[in-house]
T-cell receptor, first 111, second 114 residues
Framework: KAGVTQTPRYLIKTRGQQVTLSCSPI?????VSWYQQTPGQGLQFLFE???????NKGNFPGRFSGRQFSNSRSEMNVSTLELGDSALYLC??????????FGSGTQLSVL | GENVEQHPSTLSVQEGDSAVIKCTYS??????FPWYKQELGKRPQLIID?????GEKKDQRIAVTLNKTAKHFSLHITETQPEDSAVYFC?????????????FGKGTKLSVKP
């Protein structure tokens, strides 16, 4: 059974640009959650999608958005990038939001 | 909303010793408490979890205890080995409730010295 796949693995962007990250969940998993990981801050919850609907949202500005497609694949978009957005972005899938299976993440660097 | 505090932030032990990591949560409605291990450069992986109707759960050298009254839970690793070195995250979830996402602690970096 294939695991959670995130693309791209690395991204380098400049301030003001926008970026789109992709996540393919484990087959059969309908829930996809996104987390931001920075040193010392742990895993900060961004949002969760279940069956194409945003079910939960964390305390991030509106520049962070996401969506989920009918095949459960999810994308996360960050507009008007800031230096502080540099982080590892992790996607996790689950059957219904409980036991999370994480992808390897996308390391975003904003210059 | 839920808030999870985790202590200590760093922990160093000698190989063969035990390690204990503690977490407290704020929302008494939380009913699911997993622990994740993240090795350097790798993804977090679930190592053990416990539900609110159970006080203790064990899996080989790893055990988790839950005290619902005090709203805290702990990870116990016995006979530590160098491969246990990693960052460990606790989390809490009110599964089926209004707060439907896992809230994580800030992590504990465990170093096991040979």
């Amino acid at each position: 059974k294939a695991g959670v796949t995130q693309t791209p693995r690395y991204l380098i962007k400049t301030r003001g640009q926008q970026v789109t990250l992709s996540c393919s969940p484990i087959s059969g998993h309908r829930s996809v959650s996104w987390y931001q990981q920075t040193p010392g801050q742990g895993l900060q919850f961004l949002f969760e999608y279940f069956s194409e609907t945003q079910r939960n949202k964390g305390n991030f500005p509106g520049r962070f958005s996401g969506r989920q497609f009918s095949n459960s694949r999810s994308e996360m978009n960050v507009s008007t990038l800031e230096l502080g957005d540099s982080a590892l972005y992790l996607c996790a899938s689950s059957l219904a939001g409980e036991k999370l299976f994480f992808g390897s993440g996308t390391q975003l660097s904003v210059l | 909303g839920e808030n999870v505090e985790q202590h200590p932030s760093t922990l160093s032990v000698q190989e063969g010793d035990s390690a204990v990591i503690k977490c407290t949560y704020s929302d008494s409605a939380s009913n699911y408490f997993p622990w994740y291990k993240q090795e350097l450069g790798k993804r977090p992986q679930l190592i053990i979890d416990i539900r609110s109707n159970v006080g203790e759960k064990k899996d080989q050298r790893i055990a988790v205890t839950l005290n619902k009254t005090a709203k805290h839970f702990s990870l116990h690793i016995t006979e530590t080995q160098p491969e246990d070195s990693a960052v460990y995250f606790c989390a809490a979830l009110n599964y089926g409730g209004s707060q439907g996402n896992l809230i994580f602690g800030k992590g504990t970096k465990l170093s096991v010295k040979p």
